[in-house]
């Protein structure tokens, strides 16, 4: 079963859940289709630029999704919703700590993620 992304939750394979948001800002939300998921990479950098990839716990990390199908846009991820809510495209993260969805992708064998 893949990852799945729908009514505002990131669900995976096994039926866990959490709450995330995609958009508004940029283009908007992430767009439907289907996506590779790349193995989440922790940020370790304290810079500031960071922030957006960061849970209230100071946890930062980034999954990079790569769309399996035609699209104009690019930059795609999974990672907690720091900063200001919502994301540029991105799937975000909205719990205080996310450090559980970054050992649940990591461990990961399906990485496919089906936007809806």
Known sequence: MPWKFEQNRLISPDGLFWPAVS???GRGR???GEYRI???VEIT???????PYRDKTGFAWWCRLTPLFETERSGFG???DGNIPGTLGCIGITLDDTR???E???KSEDKILIVK
């Open 78 to 80: 999974i990672h907690p």
């Open 45 to 51: 950098s304290k810079a500031l630029k960071y922030e």
């Open 100 to 102: 559980e969805v970054f």
């Open 23 to 25: 958009g508004p800002f």
């Open 38 to 40: 790349a193995e989440p």
């Open 104 to 106: 649940k992708i990591f």
């Open 30 to 32: 992430l767009p439907c």
